[in-house]
C-alpha cells in the first residue's frame, strides 16, 4: 500500500531551524492530503501541520508562524520546516497520508530535540 519514511530529525538549538521530511511511496492516489503530528506520553499524537495535494494548509495554533508544511508532488514528499523551534517541541514527529476514501497510512517517527 503506502509506505511513509520520515527523515531529517536531530539536535537544534532554540531559535534554530530544521526541515523534517515524509517520503510517501507504493499506491499514493490523488487528491490526498498529508499531515505531521507528534507524539506526547501515552503515545497519543498530536496535530501539527496539514497540506492537501493542491497546497492547501493548515497548522496548530502554537505552531503557526514557526512552522511551514509544504509538498513536493513529484516524489510525493512532505516537509515540515521548522523555525524558532522551542523546548516544548521536542518529541518524535510522525507523518501522515490520507487517501481518497479517508484511508490513513501513518510513518515511523523521527526525533526532533529542541536544546541550546
Known amino acids: 500500500q503506502v509506505q511513509l519514511v520520515e527523515s531529517g530529525g536531530g539536535l537544534v538549538h532554540p531559535g534554530g531551524s530544521l526541515r523534517l521530511s515524509c517520503s510517501a511511496s507504493?499506491?499514493?492516489?490523488?487528491?490526498?492530503?498529508m499531515a505531521w503530528y507528534r507524539q506526547v506520553p501515552g503515545e497519543h499524537r498530536d496535530f501539527v501541520a496539514h497540506i492537501t495535494s493542491s497546497g492547501n494548509t493548515n497548522y496548530v495554533d502554537s505552531v503557526k508562524s514557526r512552522f511551514t508544511i509544504s509538498i513536493a508532488k513529484p516524489t510525493n514528499t512532505a516537509y515540515l520546516r521548522m523555525n524558532n523551534p522551542k523546548p516544548e517541541d521536542s518529541t518524535v514527529y510522525c507523518c501522515?497520508?490520507?487517501?481518497?476514501?479517508?484511508?490513513?497510512?501513518w510513518g515511523q517517527g523521527t526525533q526532533v530535540t529542541v536544546s541550546s
Open positions: 501522515n497520508l490520507q487517501n481518497p476514501g479517508d484511508v490513513h497510512y
Open positions: 507504493g499506491s499514493v492516489f490523488s487528491p490526498y492530503c
